[in-house]
């Protein structure tokens, strides 16, 4: 009998210390989240709390979302499904970045040298895009998100131009949220791009050596429908540490960030480790301080 007892109180004890334990981590989750929510933005473990500052947040972060089909293999499943998870965790950080006051995101979601993957691999991202943005205009306009879309787009299939087109259109009035998709875009033809526009207009007399400037030449690139065309943070994933021909001449002073997780695993507390690390950073932009 008293063995009976001692095992029902050591169960009654083990039960009520997990359920304070998961009553604190609870209490610690809505604290991360309504701290993030409120612009307090402390992070780690509550003895050793970092602080994000709200005067040092980036302006515009920029992404090359690299490691869907490895994601996708390590789990067994299809390619077309490690592009699905990172086009929502896309959309996810997104919204991220727009509550912490960061307002403008590009991403890096594909690139000109991606015609030369397998050609159905291609039909699947072009089908991927062209039913995300058709399934988020309403969810663009509720939240106020301004939708851009540069690159080439000469090769992109009539029916996604024309979803690119409407989600534009749809979200062009919108100031304080801006997501840019790169799409069939090379860093290299933009610049060029810009060259050949330059030629042009002082050939036509509509401007002389003595104007062209950096200011000008920017509004000739095609990140110039942002209002901060050059990435104060790029984040690369997956472990690879290279630009691969993405905003060459915008990312001049960037900071960059090389994190090895795999693009859908990337999730809210990678990226806020990624900036801690650009807040204590000193951006000297060549000069000495």
């Not at 060029?192 to 401007?207: D, E, F, M, N, R």
């Not at 693009?263 to 809210?268: A, N, T, V």
């Amino acid at each position: 009998m008293l063995s009976l007892l001692c095992c029902f109180l050591f169960f009654l004890s083990f039960l009520v210390h997990s359920c304070l334990r998961l009553r604190t981590q609870a209490k610690r989750s809505l604290k991360d989240e309504k701290e993030i929510d409120e612009g307090a933005y402390v992070v780690g473990e509550e003895e050793t709390p970092t602080r994000l500052l709200r005067e040092l947040m980036p302006r515009h972060v920029a992404v090359i979302m690299d490691g869907n089909r490895r994601w996708a293999e390590r789990a067994g499943l299809l390619t077309s499904q490690g592009h699905e998870a990172g086009a929502k965790r896309l959309l996810e950080f997104a919204e991220l970045c727009f509550k912490l006051g960061i307002e403008t995101v590009s991403a890096f979601a594909f690139s000109t040298e991606n015609w030369g993957r397998h050609k159905i691999e291609v039909k699947c991202l072009m089908s991927l895009i062209q039913r995300y943005l058709k399934s988020k205009i309403q969810f663009f306009q509720s939240e106020e998100i301004r939708v851009s879309v540069i690159g080439n787009l000469e090769k992109i299939p009539e029916s996604l131009l024309g979803i690119i087109k409407e989600t534009e259109e749809a979200t062009m009035r919108y100031k304080k949220k801006h997501l840019i998709l790169a799409i069939d875009y090379s860093g290299r033809s933009d610049i060029l791009h810009a060259c050949k526009s330059i030629v042009k207009k002082s050939q036509q007399g509509l401007i002389r050596e003595e104007d062209v400037d950096e200011t000008l030449f920017e509004q000739e690139l095609l990140t110039k429908c942002t209002e901060f065309p050059s990435p104060d943070l790029l984040i690369r994933t997956s472990g690879e540490q290279r630009i691969s021909n993405f905003l060459l001449w915008q990312l001049a002073y960037t900071e960059l960030f090389f994190s090895p997780v795999l693009w859908p695993d990337f999730d809210k507390y990678k990226f806020l480790e990624a900036l801690i690390s650009y807040q204590r950073r000193e951006r000297r932009f060549g000069c000495r301080i």
